[in-house]
């Protein structure tokens, strides 16, 4: 019934593309640092873990982008969505060993 009634309403949002592209943008590397942090603490040395989160950020793209019918971003040329993962990974085991938790 809500479709129905503000359908014509959704169309005309302008910002809607942004903001999804904006949540896409935090999901990859969110996916890339869980898989990273649980095989750290799971005592995977830092490259398996660092390999480990790379494989979780660049599936959990392709799983969202299925799920919601699209192709996936990773299997686009000229798209670097396998790359955005690394960096949070990176500054992840930076801060935990500056905290002496690895």
Same mark, same amino acid.
Request: with cysteine; net charge neutral; charged share 10%.
């Given at each position: 019934m809500?479709?129905? /009634?503000?359908?014509?309403?959704?169309?005309? /949002?302008?910002?809607?593309?942004? !903001?999804?592209?904006?949540?896409d943008?935090?999901?990859?590397?969110? &996916?890339?640092? /869980?898989?990273?942090?649980?095989?750290?603490l799971?005592?995977i040395? +830092?490259?398996?873990? /660092? &390999?480990?989160?790379? !494989?979780?950020?660049?599936?959990?793209?392709?799983?969202r982008?299925?799920?919601?019918?699209?192709?996936?971003? +990773? &299997?686009?040329?000229?798209?670097?969505?396998?790359?955005?993962?690394?960096?949070?990974?990176?500054?992840?085991?930076?801060?935990? !060993?500056?905290?002496? !938790?690895?």
């Amino acid at each position: 019934m809500i479709i129905v /009634l503000f359908g014509s309403l959704w169309e005309d /949002l302008t910002w809607w593309p942004l !903001l999804v592209s904006a949540i896409d943008a935090f999901g990859q590397p969110a &996916f890339a640092l /869980l898989g990273f942090q649980l095989s750290i603490l799971a005592g995977i040395p +830092f490259l398996g873990a /660092l &390999f480990v989160g790379l !494989l979780n950020g660049i599936s959990g793209g392709i799983l969202r982008d299925v799920l919601v019918g699209d192709v996936p971003q +990773f &299997f686009r040329p000229g798209q670097l969505s396998g790359g955005s993962s690394l960096p949070p990974c990176f500054f992840m085991q930076r801060c935990c !060993l500056l905290t002496k !938790l690895v």
